[in-house]
């Protein structure tokens, strides 16, 4: 059974720093495309950032903010968020593909989720 669970969310202020953390367990990370996406309520689900075997992309919001990097040897992947803003306020899931390997931030390319971890950014 695959499962993806979250990490490092919280609340920090404006300008401010997190690194979220994804651990996959019954899939092995090593060679697929694993992501970041963030929704908030009453708004669609936004690809953030998402790596195929180190071939990164960026949403347009974060690039120059926001870094995906993985472990594949810990079967993990991460988010480091960097020069937060309140509008980067948002409920954020990893996720991974389960099928054939697509370098895209469209999240109905990817078929195992996590539960979400919320991050809150004050002014």
């Known amino acids: 059974q695959v499962q993806l669970v979250e990490s490092g969310g919280g609340s920090v202020q404006d300008e401010g720093s997190l690194r979220l953390s994804c651990a996959a367990s019954?899939?092995?990370?090593?060679?697929?495309?694993v992501g970041w996406f963030r929704q908030g309520l009453g708004k669609e689900r936004e690809g953030v950032a998402i790596?195929?075997?180190?071939?990164?992309l960026y949403s347009n919001s974060v690039k120059g903010r926001f870094t995906i990097s993985r472990d594949n040897a810990k079967n993990s992947f991460y988010l480091q968020m960097n020069s937060l803003k309140p509008e980067d306020t948002d409920m954020y899931y990893c996720?991974?593909?389960?099928?054939?390997?697509?370098?895209?931030?469209?999240?109905?390319?990817?078929?195992?989720w996590g539960k979400g971890t919320l991050v809150t950014i004050s002014s």
């Open positions: 996720a991974a593909q389960g099928g054939k390997r697509v370098h895209s931030l469209w999240p109905d390319s990817y078929t195992y």
């Open positions: 790596d195929c075997d180190g071939n990164p």
């Open positions: 019954g899939y092995n990370i090593s060679r697929r495309c």
